[in-house]
């Protein structure tokens, strides 16, 4: 069994069972993968392919543990109260409990499942690690899950755009999140965002033939 192919089984497990959990975690998991595995693949420090897939994978199910938790909280519209922060923040200790007995779980994945909420300044969770004492790879996710879930629509905020969610990268940087990284996850997303435009030139782009007789 492989990563994706255990990835699709417990996916489709839980959509059967819980299907609002499954749109909520799902959906936020596939993007954050997407984002975090392209930032890796950029980041110096990631040099093997076999990391870039757990990261790739832990992202993905670095939520999990938000099955285990009451849909009165999972979406409720408006702050939680201080009891209901420490409930939701039991969700990466469910998480790695999730994933504990599943083949082809290696420490990378569990660490990025129980670490992501850890912050910089050692004000996170579930374990209050701080700096480089947070696994690389948690560290590497923690930027991404921040980023799309800035980017992303939620019943108690807007969709942010890409300037928005820049700036506050910025302000988290040196608090919740690696400076350094975010530094770099900056200048890979403004990479992006060029290619973009530059992708989207080309597309509108007239024929020259044609331009050269509105020319003549």
Request: proline share 5%; aromatic share 6%; net charge neutral.
């Amino acid at each position: 069994m492989t990563l994706q192919n255990l990835l699709l089984a417990f996916a489709t497990f839980r959509q059967r069972l819980q299907p609002e959990w499954y749109a909520h975690v799902h959906s936020h998991g596939h993007a954050t993968a997407r984002v975090a595995r392209c930032f890796a693949a950029r980041c110096a420090r990631i040099k093997h392919k076999s990391s870039l897939d757990e990261i790739e994978f832990g992202a993905h199910m670095h939520d999990i543990g938000k099955y285990l938790v009451a849909k009165e909280i999972l979406f409720k519209p408006d702050v939680l109260d201080e009891e209901e922060r420490l409930i939701m923040s039991e969700h990466p200790k469910h998480g790695a409990e999730i994933l504990a007995d599943l083949p082809q779980i290696t420490p990378t994945i569990t660490d990025i499942v129980l670490h992501h909420h850890e912050h910089w300044d050692g004000s996170g969770y579930p374990e209050g690690l701080a700096g480089h004492s947070i696994p690389l790879a948690s560290r590497i996710v923690a930027i991404a899950d921040v980023y799309t879930a800035l980017r992303a629509h939620r019943v108690y905020k807007p969709e942010y755009t890409r300037n928005n969610a820049s700036t506050i990268l910025r302000e988290m940087a040196g608090n919740e999140l690696d400076p350094d990284l975010v530094h770099d996850f900056l200048r890979f997303i403004g990479r992006r965002a060029a290619g973009e435009r530059r992708a989207s030139l080309r597309l509108h782009r007239p024929p020259l033939g044609l331009t050269a007789r509105r020319l003549s």
